[in-house]
């Protein structure tokens, strides 16, 4: 999340589908406001 969020001009993420969409969908811990979801979603064009 930090890695994302941080990022000035590119973001690349290795892994399965599955492993994000488990990455965003996880709030088990706590109640979080990261927005992880959306700013996966629409990725912009550099």
């Not at 290795?14 to 979603?41: C, E, F, P, W």
Request: hydrophobic share 45%; no cysteine; proline share 2%.
């Amino acid at each position: 999340y930090t890695a994302i969020t941080r990022a000035r001009k590119l973001v690349v993420l290795v892994g399965s589908k599955r492993a994000i969409a488990m990455a965003i969908k996880n709030d088990r811990v706590q109640h979080r406001y990261t927005n992880l979801g959306d700013r996966l979603r629409v990725p912009e064009v550099v």
